[in-house]
């Protein structure tokens, strides 16, 4: 078969850009990241971002009506919303905005993936891209295949979709304009238990991003009628802790997902229980459960109106690497700079690609993201 000169040309145009292709996604580099979920209605003015050293600001999030995207509901007030995305991003010209859609318990995920209807999904969240100007999608479909105990619909051909997904959002970001060679992200909030991997191909997912958000919080939380820790680096001394952080990376790792890609996730808010009968510290006892949607529990919260105050004493895990609260009746597991420090030589010292915070709005001006701003690359 003979080959025409066009051809060859063709051939050569298409390898040269698989090859860039290629390489935006794994030249990822040495600096670690700093990255924050923003929600996109919160004002702009308050929010500073690039003179914290913030890489990546998930703007969050964009909902699913069919294959569409959008803010609100109402007309106007998704206009203010995009407005006040265009001002934030305006004001910090350092940090890379991307489009993050979904969120817990967002529905709409299974539907629009379909062969179908992906095409038309995945045109909508391209074009908001293009609209607002900005760097990147990340996809927070955190159950694919699951339906998350009654609060999305899900089906087995999710697993596929899903990863159908990424591949056509990898290759539509791909063909955008690259203006002074801009490099457009993609990344996705995975899942921390063992089964995850069972219900999304994170390994071929992985060829098309270039960080994956690794959701290590939530270790125990208001379902659990015993006190325990959010987001404990590494085991407690008894083992009464049933997950980790290093537990998680490590299932991460095993897999044979690139490390540099990882994002260790990292909560700016914190669970408690009252009621809490317990002769010592009281951690690992019986307790009633907070309702963190009513009593406020933020980072920001616990360091002004928590600590020091009210009978509450410090305490801090060492063998875990968390803090908590206790004043002999309420207990609260929160995040604190001492563990911090701890993550972010978890972070180095396993070559992770850095840390993502859950979320802006509820950290303190001197608080989690600008340490972790400062911290991460010393």
């Given at each position: 078969?003979?080959?025409?000169?066009?051809?060859?040309?063709?051939?050569?145009?298409?390898?040269?850009?698989?090859?860039?292709?290629?390489?935006?996604?794994?030249?990822?580099?040495?600096?670690?990241?700093?990255?924050?979920?923003?929600?996109?209605?919160?004002?702009?003015?308050?929010?500073?971002?690039?003179?914290?050293?913030?890489d990546?600001?998930?703007?969050?999030?964009?909902?699913?009506?069919?294959?569409?995207?959008?803010?609100?509901?109402?007309?106007?007030?998704?206009?203010q919303?995009?407005?006040?995305?265009?001002?934030?991003k305006?004001?910090?010209?350092?940090?890379?905005?991307?489009?993050?859609?979904?969120?817990?318990?967002?529905?709409?995920?299974?539907?629009?993936?379909?062969?179908?209807?992906r095409y038309?999904?995945?045109?909508?969240?391209i074009?908001?891209?293009?609209e607002?100007?900005?760097?990147?999608?990340?996809?927070?479909?955190?159950?694919?295949?699951?339906?998350?105990?009654?609060?999305?619909?899900?089906?087995?051909?999710?697993?596929?979709?899903?990863?159908?997904?990424?591949?056509?959002?990898?290759?539509?970001?791909?063909?955008?304009?690259?203006?002074?060679?801009?490099?457009?992200?993609?990344?996705?909030?995975?899942?921390?238990?063992?089964?995850?991997?069972?219900?999304?191909?994170?390994?071929?997912?992985?060829?098309?991003?270039?960080?994956?958000?690794?959701?290590?919080?939530?270790?125990?939380?208001?379902?659990?009628?015993?006190?325990?820790?959010?987001?404990?680096?590494?085991?407690?001394?008894?083992?009464?802790?049933?997950?980790?952080?290093?537990?998680?990376?490590?299932?991460?790792?095993?897999?044979?997902?690139?490390?540099?890609?990882?994002?260790?996730?990292?909560?700016a808010?914190?669970?408690?229980?009252?009621?809490?009968?317990?002769?010592t510290?009281?951690?690992?006892?019986?307790?009633?459960?907070?309702?963190?949607?009513?009593?406020?529990?933020?980072?920001?919260?616990?360091?002004?109106?928590?600590?020091?105050?009210?009978?509450?004493?410090?305490?801090?895990?060492?063998?875990?690497?968390?803090?908590?609260?206790?004043?002999?009746?309420?207990f609260?597991?929160?995040?604190?700079?001492?563990?911090?420090?701890?993550?972010?030589?978890?972070?180095?010292?396993?070559?992770l690609?850095?840390?993502?915070?859950?979320?802006?709005?509820?950290?303190?001006?001197?608080?989690?993201?600008?340490?972790l701003?400062?911290s991460?690359?010393?």
């Amino acid at each position: 078969m003979k080959v025409s000169l066009l051809t060859k040309c063709f051939m050569v145009v298409l390898l040269a850009g698989m090859g860039l292709y290629f390489y935006q996604i794994s030249n990822a580099g040495d600096r670690k990241v700093t990255a924050v979920y923003v929600e996109a209605w919160k004002d702009y003015k308050n929010i500073k971002l690039s003179e914290k050293n913030v890489d990546i600001a998930f703007i969050a999030f964009a909902k699913i009506d069919g294959t569409n995207i959008y803010f609100h509901e109402d007309g106007t007030t998704n206009d203010q919303i995009k407005e006040n995305i265009k001002k934030l991003k305006e004001q910090n010209p350092k940090t890379k905005m991307v489009l993050a859609v979904g969120g817990y318990g967002a529905d709409g995920f299974s539907d629009a993936s379909l062969d179908g209807n992906r095409y038309l999904f995945t045109e909508s969240i391209i074009n908001m891209v293009k609209e607002l100007e900005l760097d990147g999608v990340d996809i927070d479909w955190e159950y694919p295949a699951f339906h998350a105990w009654n609060t999305q619909k899900a089906r087995p051909e999710d697993t596929q979709n899903f990863t159908s997904l990424m591949k056509e959002l990898r290759e539509k970001l791909y063909r955008l304009p690259h203006p002074k060679n801009k490099k457009y992200l993609l990344t996705f909030a995975s899942g921390t238990q063992d089964w995850y991997f069972q219900n999304v191909e994170v390994n071929k997912v992985e060829n098309y991003v270039d960080y994956i958000n690794v959701m290590t919080y939530d270790f125990t939380g208001r379902w659990s009628d015993t006190t325990g820790y959010n987001s404990n680096l590494y085991p407690d001394r008894g083992n009464k802790a049933k997950h980790s952080i290093a537990q998680v990376i490590t299932m991460y790792l095993e897999h044979e997902i690139d490390s540099k890609k990882l994002l260790l996730g990292v909560p700016a808010y914190s669970y408690g229980w009252k009621d809490v009968k317990s002769k010592t510290d009281g951690s690992f006892s019986p307790g009633k459960p907070i309702d963190i949607d009513k009593t406020d529990l933020s980072y920001k919260t616990i360091e002004k109106s928590y600590l020091n105050k009210n009978g509450y004493k410090r305490y801090y895990d060492d063998h875990a690497k968390t803090a908590y609260l206790y004043n002999g009746s309420t207990f609260i597991s929160y995040e604190d700079k001492e563990a911090l420090a701890e993550k972010v030589k978890y972070i180095k010292a396993k070559e992770l690609g850095g840390a993502m915070v859950w979320e802006y709005s509820q950290d303190a001006e001197d608080g989690i993201v600008k340490f972790l701003g400062e911290s991460l690359n010393k």
